[in-house]
């Protein structure tokens, strides 16, 4: 691994779970100084989370980390949303039982960790879920865009429906509905309910995003 890609790693890694807001600015001399290497890889690795659409560069404010608005939050989810019912729907024609049961034990593990009060793995556990069914409706193309979306814009904390208590039931109901249409192989149903899934995380994230984003 070159020192460009470790830091893009690194970067990317803490731009997508959130761990650097949106709006944060980025200095390639601190994060040099943070990463213990020269200012050219971080500034390599700044020009590829740009084509990433992770980052942005404004006049005399140099590299940011992208935030979204209203607008730019009702088009991203409604992608999600499209991509992802999508995947659902193929997904009831062409899950084995060995996927389902895959999903099913996911399922059985975030519903173990609400109970015991583990909000905190929820959504890491959601977006596996998520993306697995997307992969096994779309494994040529669809699975991979779905990633790519997903990758896109980070969810702040708090921002995070999954760490909700209040939420945390209805999400878990909306992912066993989509398992039983996945089951029962409706498509429609599956593609329905996930859509509408989507959307509330991102009515839930619109109205909870932080003021200074």
Do not use: C
């Not at 669809?142 to 896109?152: I, T, Y």
């Amino acid at each position: 691994m070159s020192k460009a890609d470790y830091v893009y790693g690194v970067l990317a890694e803490e731009i997508r779970s959130a761990r650097i807001p949106g709006g944060t600015a980025l200095r390639a001399a601190a994060i040099a100084r943070r990463l213990g290497v020269s200012v050219t890889p971080v500034r390599e690795a700044l020009r590829r989370l740009e084509k990433d659409r992770l980052i942005s560069y404004e006049a005399h404010h140099g590299a940011t980390v992208v935030d979204l608005g209203d607008d730019a939050l009702e088009e991203f989810y409604g992608l999600r949303a499209v991509v992802e019912g999508l995947g659902a729907r193929l997904a009831a024609t062409r899950v084995t039982p060995e996927e389902l049961e895959w999903l099913r034990e996911l399922h059985a593990a975030m519903a173990r960790d609400a109970a015991e009060g583990r909000l905190n793995r929820l959504g890491e556990q959601s977006r596996h879920f998520h993306l697995r069914i997307a992969d096994i409706g779309g494994p040529a193309f669809l699975g991979q865009h779905a990633r790519a979306v997903h990758d896109s814009f980070p969810v702040p904390p708090a921002a995070s429906l999954w760490l909700d208590p209040a939420q945390v039931p209805g999400q878990l109901e909306a992912h066993e509905g989509i398992l039983a249409a996945l089951e029962r192989g409706d498509g429609a149903a599956a593609e329905q309910l996930m859509i509408e899934h989507v959307r509330r995380a991102g009515e839930h994230r619109r109205d909870h995003e932080p003021p200074d984003g």
